[in-house]
Nanobody, 126 residues
Framework: AEQLVETGGGSVQPGGSLRLSCSAS????????MGWFRQAPGKEREAVGA???????TYTSAVKGRFTISQDNAKNSLYLQMNSLKPEDTAMYYC????????????????????WGQGTQVTVSS
């Protein structure tokens, strides 16, 4: 069965950094499209970024220049490096997979992803 497990969340002060990891089982990364999403209380789930074919990553404008998504196909793992964190980055962060597919367009639409992790909480506060 396909499973995604996020780790690495926690509490950090503004300006700090965190690195989230997503470990996948039952999913072969080179056949699935991967993305990170987040959901703050009272708000809709939004995309943080998604990896397209050829490794091109699309980011939402709010995190560009601060967050970096990467993946290690050999480890079946996805990562989200978050720097210069702001209070508005506080949310539950989810790893998501879409597929299997032959082509990844870097979709930022949550409804197009069919596998989700349980989420890891990130809190940015002084």
């Amino acid at each position: 069965a396909e499973q995604l497990v996020e780790t690495g969340g926690g509490s950090v002060q503004p300006g700090g950094s965190l690195r989230l990891s997503c470990s996948a089982s039952g999913i072969t990364f080179n056949r699935y499209c991967m993305g990170w999403f987040r959901q703050a209380p009272g708000k809709e789930r939004e995309a943080v970024g998604a990896i397209g074919s050829r490794g091109i990553v699309t980011y939402t404008s709010a995190v560009k220049g601060r967050f970096t998504i990467s993946q290690d196909n050999a480890k079946n793992s996805l990562y989200l490096q978050m720097n210069s964190l702001k209070p508005e980055d506080t949310a539950m962060y989810y790893c998501a997979a879409r597929g299997p597919r032959d082509y990844c367009g870097g979709s930022m639409l949550a409804r197009e992803y069919n596998y989700w992790g349980q989420g890891t909480q990130v809190t940015v506060s002084s």
